[in-house]
């Protein structure tokens, strides 16, 4: 069968209408030339889809009191185990405070404010000052719903509903072409071609059983920028929230996250026998961080030590119902429409797959080794490195998509579009076009042996031989794949052939992430290997490389390069204190 | 709409679930037969029949939280958020009716085209018009400041279109600019930051405008977040009253 090929020509192309792609937006229209053409193209609708509108916590950046850019750098670096690319961290902290200023006083946003009109901040785990700016907990639907009516209201070009499936090289492979996609309305393909292109459709760990983003994620990006021949670095990171709600396999609401605070302020967690554990791995209890109350719980689970539904029980009714609907409004109503009393009663939690610190590597201006391709947002790696601060994400979404921006638009003067390599973009299509029209397998239920096998042996606690195992399995899922069929009588709005492409995405980097925690052989942040338990030696710190070369993916370890500050010292006056949280 | 937590599981096995399908105007209703589940929600009901009924069905989703409001149907004739709806809360008998949201053009199925919504929104002047760049200082509101809290009584709207869908006189009148988009106007009129509340009033006094609105809280009734768009409009037409007895536009905080 055939299926129709649009084409089309734009300047410059955003893919993604999260943090990233609407502040790139916004300044690429800024600094292009006038009348260079703009199109913003998305998976779902325009600010709805992707995952910047469910940031609850809020936005880390330093604006004085005693908090400086020098130790929001310095939380960063520690918090990513002295991973993260340096001068892109420095970039990310140093940025954020102009990027604060425009997100209130140009875009309109209103964060809170203390008693006498200054900006409230607050301190989330890992920081060591009040430094998290914030619309009470839904500052991501702040930040999103403002940045939406102002590109919405600019002459900016809107493909929603459209997926980005390939990045089409030149003919002569000097830079992209441009990027093909799926009108996912109309079941047809469309090739735009632009200028520039920044990615920015976020990564999003949905290969997991259970898992917090948006059902929309399915790293897409990852998966064509690793075809595209481009490096990914970090991709053994994944941060997993402690607490997702656990409701069954059959409900959606499964993995959603329950808020961090809820444990802040004294919620307890519970095993199947009712006994309070946390105090059996940690002597902060439920107040350690993430990753130790994440592999706290997965050790309960693996002893069988679990509620019905297999995870452990959130209790919050201690601290008085009323007091706990007072304070935790949303969650409570959350909880009760979809049948639990989080107030009054015990909720059933598990960990749950939140955010991807891997990434395309990218320079400070997020450009690629790919001339035209610019990357941003989650898709980007290297701010990060091996754990993600509360507040650094959204920070990092908008700081280096207006960079994108600023630089596409500067860049495309004098550009011109580029021939695209038809042959290329035939095997894409043809890629895309491979189940329809066979029959048999099923994709729904391939999907949940990817998450189960992730779960199980590429999850919160890592072993070689686990992961050896899972490399197995997901090449015999991979077989099943490319014989699981989708029907082609409609292929209009065909959710089930958008499934299959979703999993062909999630397989290939579920691939890649189980190589790369293969190639580190240390436990950092969010990569815990149980038969590599120690930090390691900091000052040779590596990072994983992973890169395809021909049809081989190849994952090498590549040094940290300390070019601000080395382990053990720290860009902070002497007189510093270690923090400037006062204790509780 | 809230009404308390929802019953306790009944003894049903399966549901009995009529869906609209269709596409460029034309449907209809088809009938499938979906296992109960103890914890489900009528997004959960929609995803169980594309995967294991009908693998042509379309709806839409994204967050699964009630942040997005990219899921909202029509269930059973009311506009509700389906990630957020427990088959419970609303089952009349074993049946369900599921359908897209009222008030818009339907694409495919349950999907809707949201762009009306957003015209409207973008037309109301729905957005920030600055007084201040990136390099100024944030601007000093108090949290207790009364403009701050008539802008901030609305601002957790997440354009759902539950309200539009909703309204009666949307229905009646294609070019109403609808509940969301004018309560979106009255938290930016009401902002101290905000410098052009003027434009905001002659994007809210035209044809399509706030003096459409009836008051018949359908809009407040079916919000979700429990918003009152009804008290922002109301709000509005005593501003746009204002300023045609007065000639004075936005008031400037004291």
């Known amino acids: 069968m055939t299926v129709q090929l649009e084409r089309h020509d734009t300047d410059i192309l955003i893919l993604g209408s999260g943090g990233a792609g609407l502040f790139a937006a916004l300044h690429a229209q800024q600094a292009a030339p006038e009348g260079t053409k703009i199109t913003l193209a998305v998976k779902g609708l325009i600010g709805k889809c992707g995952c910047t509108r469910m940031v609850q916590g809020g936005y880390n950046v330093a604006l004085g009191g005693g908090d400086t850019v020098e130790r929001h750098f310095m939380d960063t670096i520690n918090g990513g185990k002295w991973l993260p690319d340096q001068d892109m961290a420095w970039r990310l902290v140093s940025t954020a405070v102009e990027r604060i200023h425009e997100l209130e006083n140009e875009v309109g946003c209103f964060f809170d404010r203390n008693p006498d009109g200054t900006l409230h901040q607050k301190a989330f785990a890992g920081q060591t000052a009040d430094r998290t700016v914030h619309k009470g907990d839904l500052t991501g639907i702040e930040i999103i719903n403002r940045l939406m009516e102002q590109v919405l209201s600019r002459p900016i070009e809107r493909m929603q509903e459209h997926r980005a499936i390939g990045l089409i090289p030149s003919k002569d492979g000097d830079g992209l072409a441009g990027v093909l996609m799926i009108d996912m309305r109309k079941g047809c393909f469309r090739f735009v071609r632009a200028k520039a292109v920044l990615m920015a459709t976020g990564g999003g760990p949905t290969m997991y059983r259970y898992h917090t983003p948006s059902g929309d994620k399915t790293m897409d990006g990852l998966a064509m920028a690793m075809r595209a021949g481009l490096g990914l670095r970090d991709m053994e990171m994944v941060q997993f929230h402690p607490t997702g709600l656990l409701a069954g396999d059959n409900t959606r609401m499964t993995g959603t996250v329950l808020e961090e605070g809820l444990r802040g302020a004294g919620g307890i967690l519970l095993n199947g026998d009712g006994r309070r554990f946390m105090f059996d791995y940690d002597d902060r209890g439920e107040r350690a961080t993430r990753d130790i109350v994440s592999r706290a719980i997965y050790d309960e689970m693996r002893k069988s030590n679990t509620t019905p539904q297999g995870g452990v029980h959130i209790a919050m009714s201690h601290l008085g119902p009323d007091n706990v609907s007072q304070k935790f409004p949303g969650m409570v109503k959350r909880c009760a429409d979809c049948g639990f009393d989080l107030a009054g009663g015990k909720v059933e939690v598990v960990p749950t797959a939140h955010y991807f610190m891997g990434g395309v590597m990218v320079d400070v201006d997020t450009r690629t080794t790919m001339d035209g391709l610019y990357v941003a947002g989650e898709d980007a790696g290297g701010a990060h490195g091996a754990n993600r601060l509360g507040g650094n994400g959204v920070a990092n979404s908008t700081v280096f998509g207006g960079i994108a921006g600023d630089m596409m638009g500067w860049d495309v003067s004098g550009r011109s579009l580029r021939e695209a390599d038809e042959t290329i973009l035939a095997a894409e299509i043809d890629r895309a076009m491979h189940p329809l029209g066979k029959t048999g397998g099923n994709v729904h239920e391939l999907r949940r042996k990817l998450q189960d096998v992730m779960w199980d042996d590429v999850g919160v606690i890592r072993t070689a031989s686990g992961m050896n195992r899972a490399l197995v399995a997901l090449e015999d899922i991979d077989a099943e794949l490319m014989d699981t069929g989708v029907s082609a009588d409609n292929l209009a709005f065909n959710l089930t052939w958008h499934d299959w492409m979703n999993l062909r995405s999630l397989l290939d980097i579920s691939k890649v992430i189980t190589q790369a925690g293969l190639a580190r052989e240390n436990s950092r942040g969010a990569h815990f290997r149980e038969d590599f338990s120690e930090v390691g030696d900091l000052n040779s710190s590596y990072f994983t490389l992973a890169q395809m070369h021909g049809s081989n993916l190849e994952v090498t370890r590549a040094p940290v390069a300390f070019t601000i500050v080395k382990p053990g010292q720290t860009i902070l006056p002497d007189s510093e204190p270690d923090t400037l949280v006062a204790a509780e | ?254």
């Open chain 2, 1 to 254: 709409m809230p009404d308390g937590s929802p019953k306790p599981e009944t003894e049903q096995r399966s549901l009995r679930v009529k869906v609209w399908r269709g596409s460029g105007g034309e449907g209809g209703y088809e009938t499938f037969e979906v296992p109960r589940q103890p914890s489900q929600t009528i997004l959960d009901v929609v995803t169980w029949i594309q995967q294991h009924s009908d693998p042509n069905l379309t709806y839409r989703f994204a967050c699964r939280v009630g942040m997005c409001g990219s899921c909202a149907m029509m269930v059973n004739d009311e506009p509700r958020w389906t990630c957020r709806t427990h088959v419970d809360r609303v089952l009349k008998g074993d049946e369900l009716r599921i359908a897209p949201l009222r008030n818009l053009p339907v694409i495919k199925d349950l999907v809707t085209d949201m762009d009306p919504f957003f015209d409207k929104w973008v037309s109301a002047e729905a957005r920030h018009h600055p007084t201040a760049d990136r390099h100024s200082d944030f601007a000093a509101i108090t949290p207790d400041d009364p403009h701050r809290l008539e802008a901030s009584s609305g601002i957790e709207c997440i354009n759902c279109a539950v309200c539009y869908a909703a309204c009666d006189t949307v229905a009646g009148n294609p070019d109403y600019l609808g509940p969301a988009a004018l309560q979106r106007a009255w938290t930016l009129f009401n902002d101290a930051r905000d410098e052009d509340g003027d434009a905001i009033l002659d994007a809210v006094s035209g044809t399509g405008g706030c003096h459409n609105c009836h008051s018949m809280g359908s809009c407040a009734h079916y919000c979700p977040n429990e918003l009152n768009p009804m008290t922002a409009i109301a709000g509005l037409k005593r501003a746009t009253a204002r300023r045609f007895l007065t000639g004075r536009g936005k008031r400037k905080p004291s």
